[in-house]
């Protein structure tokens, strides 16, 4: 259940503040060109141009069974794909384009059976969706479109409709929303209202919204159709590449938040990259999260074959380690009451159902962990990993033998030896 200090949300927000880890996937033609999902407007290509990543778009080794086995084994409960991103390549078989998978080399819907092995490995559906779109004939050149320097293209193209491309949104969304079961959320990207940008009069941000809660009742909505200031235009926020350094709030209120994070910075494959993050980053990211009361989106981008690139796959394979042992510091958790202390290098996570704290050690220390004002207030303590005790001394103010004044203290007995986990977790049952 939302906490009652938690802005509330339209959908269904109780999954969502369970599962807490979910994979987000950006998936289309850039994957390709393998130099970012933004390669298009970028490098200024038109419509001809990036023809060439339609027509030899063929992933023969796609096999989503993988994919989702994948995820679920790094421990995410969710996934979140791009049904179709900026480019406007859609991965399902739409009745109103002909820019599809489809009609690529490859030939067959992508995205149906992607949700389909992903909801028979019991994750929660998301789709991204992209109002966004620099291939529709009717979308008008703006400050962000591919062809915006393009000053003859501009003129040619000066009579194009918005209200004949928000048609062709709605029309995809509506397919979206009633072709593939149970949607549990939707993550629609992005507005950038002002002069030459985009809004909710571009988009019809409001029907969008309503049509979007009517198919899909329950359904979370993410915050980009820029309807902020209505009650029922968002669910969750959206923080994106940041660190998120507190609970995410709104006009002073705690608010449902999701962060997505790429492995290295770009959202689609990108092959030459090498800004990936390590394992024990990525986790520690997630700790964090969960720390602030949020969740965490990470993105794969898979190989124009259909692969999550070997990069990838020893990231998820060393969260899931991890998240093996310590999945219940993380899962159902959320921000500590401040009552409880932070103790140096440390993170704290707290399950409220089970009324268990949790303490991820980012700097082991020697032999104990002080927690001041903890006295008389935890019944056992545990490594989380081996569930093996760590016997716990109650000390009131004291003078130790050195003659210094000492703050009481509950003090954890730890092993001198780090054990052999990425982020080590102490488990406390609290009184
Ligand atoms: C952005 C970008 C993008 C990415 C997304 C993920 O706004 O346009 O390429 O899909 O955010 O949050």
Not at 19 to 34: E, K, M, N, Q, S
Not at 151 to 179: C, I, M, N
Request: a negative charge; proline letters at 6%; glycine letters at 6%.
């Amino acid at each position: 259940m939302l906490p009652a200090n938690i802005r509330p949300a339209t959908g269904d927000a109780d999954w969502f503040i369970h599962d807490r880890f979910g994979l987000f996937i950006h998936w289309g033609l850039y994957a390709l060109p393998a130099r970012h999902e933004w390669v298009k407007n970028r490098e200024r290509l038109s419509d001809e141009a990036y023809q060439k990543y339609f027509d030899h778009f063929d992933p023969d080794l796609y096999d989503p069974v993988a994919w989702a086995r994948a995820a679920k084994a790094a421990g995410m409960k969710y996934f979140v794909i791009t049904t179709k991103h900026h480019e406007g390549f859609c991965l399902w078989d739409s009745a109103h384009t002909d820019y599809k998978a489809t009609n690529t080399p490859y030939g067959r819907d992508l995205l149906r059976p992607m949700v389909e092995a992903f909801r028979a490995e019991g994750l929660k559906i998301g789709f991204y969706h992209s109002v966004i779109d620099w291939h529709h004939p009717e979308f008008p050149v703006d400050m962000r479109h591919p062809m915006r320097d393009n000053s003859e293209y501009r003129e040619a193209t000066k009579g194009r409709d918005v209200q004949k491309y928000a048609d062709y949104l709605h029309a995809q969304v509506r397919e979206l929303l009633t072709g593939f079961g149970k949607i549990d959320m939707i993550f629609y990207d992005f507005s950038y209202p002002g002069a030459d940008g985009k809004g909710r009069d571009d988009w019809r941000s409001e029907e969008l919204i309503a049509m979007t809660r009517e198919l899909q009742p329950g359904i979370l909505v993410n915050d980009r159709l820029d309807l902020m200031d209505k009650a029922d235009g968002w669910d969750y926020r959206t923080p994106e590449q940041v660190v998120v350094q507190d609970w995410v709030r709104v006009n002073g209120q705690p608010v449902l938040w999701e962060t997505c994070q790429t492995f290295s910075g770009s959202w689609g494959y990108h092959r030459d990259e090498s800004s990936w993050k390590s394992v024990d980053q990525l986790i520690r990211m997630l700790i964090d999260t969960v720390s602030n009361g949020g969740n965490l989106l990470l993105n794969v981008g898979p190989t124009a074959r259909g692969e999550f690139d070997d990069r990838a796959l020893e990231r998820l394979r060393g969260m899931g380690e991890w998240m093996r042992r310590h999945g219940r510091s993380i899962y159902s958790c959320t921000q500590a009451p401040k009552e409880f202390p932070v103790p140096d290098n440390c993170r704290l996570t707290y399950n409220p159902a089970t009324h268990r704290l949790y303490i991820h050690i980012y700097a082991w220390p020697y032999r104990e962990l002080h927690l001041p004002g903890m006295v008389g207030k935890v019944a056992y303590a545990q490594l989380l990993n081996d569930a093996s005790e760590l016997p716990m001394i109650e000390r009131e103010e004291w003078q130790d033998r050195f003659e210094d004044k000492q703050q009481g203290a509950l003090i954890l007995q730890l092993p001198v030896q780090q054990p052999d986990v990425t982020v080590p977790v102490v488990e406390l049952f609290l009184k």
